[in-house]
């Protein structure tokens, strides 16, 4: 195991950055890590997602869990890989496509690791058709805080046995344990894709063609929403339709969605924005109900760009530093809305609310922490109300 100080990720997951970083290769060597450790540990993949939480309150050892980089097992026929937290993304992606199969999940950040897309809960465009990592992952391997191994899961997909610990470990940016291992649920490669373009003139007509999409018989991969700066949300947008399938099929559909729409022009690939997050400034991911898209845009600042998965109310927005979170979240809060951080300046970043109101959950949250992490040793402070 490297030991070192982090330079690089330290300043993001703490103030101070940690005093040393390790690099286990194996899940024993991660057991061991936590059992010689008295301190405060912060887990973390490639680093491309750590600004994701709120900075963690004390860090006396980063632990990368990148050298955890074997893909352990791939049954083409079960349409199953198992593979190591450290694997990054791209490499799986590769590896499977020459099995004519993939892992429908599409974050945009380069780099990426297995383990960091599952603490951080990451997804893409496709999420519209493929869900989430809550849906695709069957089963994860972690290290408790005492250095204790647990599995949860299997290889088949209908596994029902149990308590389902994938679904509690994403998302929880390494705050209940570290993820060494994840078993996956595949999908074929489409062999076609067509996509459809249409220009939208502000959010209200925005909102509309999503909802004409998702009320409609058409079976799209993604409808996301492009916006820019200077103007208000969701004016002068484009809204991308996108269909995966056998040729026929997403050429017929296509055409079928420039009919619905009223126009748009089809290409065979989704132009070079899609499945892009925007950056610089204040960056938020915003999560509301499907149809107050439009609410939702309107309620941002005129100077915010970003990008919204249309049909699934989650949407990625760069607004202004100086922006009125508190403001903006008590706008949305009436569409179940929320307004994460995702990236701030690092002027601007320790005074911030991160995550915003306390859910009604937060007590069970608690109670969830001090189950599987008593000490309040991994990842301390990372999670919402300071957990």
Same mark, same amino acid.
């Not at 610990?165 to 993820?179: I, S």
């Given at each position: 195991?490297?030991?070192?100080? &982090?330079?690089?990720?330290?300043? @993001?997951?703490?103030?101070?950055?940690?005093?040393?970083?390790?690099?286990?290769?194996?899940?024993?060597?991660?057991?061991?890590?936590?059992?010689?450790?008295?301190?405060?540990?912060?887990?973390?993949?490639?680093?491309?997602?750590?600004?994701?939480?709120?900075?963690?309150?004390?860090?006396?050892? !980063?632990? $990368?869990?990148?050298?955890?980089?074997?893909?352990?097992?791939?049954?083409?026929?079960?349409? *199953?890989?198992?593979?190591?937290?450290?694997?990054?993304?791209?490499?799986?992606?590769?590896?499977?496509?020459?099995?004519?199969?993939?892992?429908?999940?599409?974050?945009?950040?380069?780099?990426?690791?297995?383990?960091?897309?599952?603490?951080?809960?990451?997804?893409?465009?496709?999420?519209? $058709?493929?869900?989430?990592?809550?849906?695709?992952?069957?089963?994860?391997?972690?290290? !408790?805080? &005492?250095?204790?191994?647990? /599995?949860?899961?299997?290889?088949?997909?209908?596994?029902?046995?149990?308590?389902?610990?994938? /679904? !509690?470990?994403?998302?929880?940016?390494?705050?209940?344990?570290? *993820?060494?291992?994840?078993?996956?649920?595949?999908?074929?490669?489409?062999?076609?894709?067509?996509?459809?373009?249409?220009?939208?003139?502000?959010?209200?007509?925005?909102?509309?063609?999503?909802? !004409?999409?998702?009320? +409609?018989?058409?079976?799209?991969?993604?409808?996301?929403?492009?916006?820019?700066?200077?103007?208000?949300?969701?004016?002068? +947008?484009?809204? @991308?339709?996108?269909? #995966?399938?056998?040729?026929?099929?997403?050429?017929?559909?296509?055409?079928?969605?420039?009919?619905?729409?009223?126009?748009?022009? #089809?290409?065979?690939?989704?132009?070079?924005?899609?499945?892009?997050?925007?950056?610089?400034?204040?960056?938020? $991911?915003?999560?509301?109900?499907?149809?107050?898209?439009?609410?939702?845009?309107?309620?941002?600042?005129?100077?915010?760009?970003?990008?919204? +998965?249309?049909?699934?109310?989650?949407?990625?927005?760069?607004?202004?530093?100086?922006?009125?979170?508190?403001?903006?979240?008590?706008?949305?809060?009436?569409?179940?809305?929320?307004?994460?951080?995702?990236?701030?300046?690092?002027?601007?970043?320790?005074?911030?609310?991160?995550?915003?109101? *306390?859910?009604?959950?937060?007590?069970?949250?608690?109670?969830?922490?001090?189950?599987?992490?008593?000490?309040?040793?991994?990842?301390?402070?990372?999670?919402?109300?300071?957990?």
């Amino acid at each position: 195991m490297a030991a070192g100080k &982090d330079a690089r990720t330290g300043a @993001v997951v703490a103030g101070a950055g940690p005093a040393r970083t390790v690099r286990p290769t194996t899940a024993a060597e991660v057991a061991d890590v936590l059992r010689d450790t008295s301190g405060t540990v912060v887990p973390v993949g490639s680093g491309t997602k750590t600004g994701w939480a709120a900075p963690a309150t004390s860090c006396d050892l !980063l632990l $990368r869990t990148t050298g955890l980089d074997r893909v352990v097992e791939h049954a083409p026929g079960d349409l *199953v890989v198992v593979a190591e937290a450290g694997v990054r993304l791209d490499t799986l992606q590769r590896q499977l496509a020459g099995h004519g199969q993939m892992l429908a999940l599409d974050p945009p950040e380069p780099g990426a690791t297995l383990g960091g897309v599952v603490g951080a809960n990451a997804s893409g465009p496709r999420r519209l $058709r493929y869900g989430t990592v809550r849906d695709l992952l069957i089963g994860v391997t972690v290290v !408790l805080a &005492d250095g204790r191994t647990a /599995k949860s899961g299997g290889k088949v997909v209908k596994n029902v046995a149990g308590y389902d610990l994938g /679904k !509690l470990y994403t998302g929880a940016h390494g705050g209940l344990g570290v *993820v060494v291992s994840t078993t996956w649920r595949l999908h074929p490669l489409p062999p076609a894709a067509r996509a459809v373009v249409v220009p939208v003139p502000d959010a209200a007509e925005a909102g509309r063609l999503a909802a !004409l999409v998702a009320r +409609s018989t058409l079976t799209p991969t993604a409808v996301e929403l492009r916006w820019e700066a200077g103007r208000a949300a969701g004016t002068g +947008s484009e809204l @991308v339709v996108l269909f #995966e399938s056998i040729e026929e099929s997403v050429r017929a559909q296509s055409r079928a969605a420039v009919a619905l729409l009223g126009g748009g022009a #089809e290409a065979d690939a989704p132009p070079s924005w899609f499945g892009a997050r925007p950056s610089g400034g204040l960056v938020l $991911r915003l999560a509301f109900e499907p149809f107050a898209l439009p609410r939702v845009l309107a309620a941002l600042p005129e100077a915010s760009s970003g990008t919204a +998965s249309a049909c699934t109310g989650v949407a990625y927005a760069a607004v202004p530093h100086t922006t009125d979170l508190a403001a903006l979240r008590a706008a949305i809060a009436p569409y179940d809305g929320s307004a994460v951080v995702l990236e701030a300046p690092d002027d601007v970043r320790q005074g911030l609310d991160h995550w915003g109101p *306390v859910a009604d959950s937060f007590g069970l949250m608690t109670r969830v922490k001090d189950q599987f992490d008593p000490g309040r040793r991994l990842s301390p402070g990372r999670l919402i109300g300071g957990l």
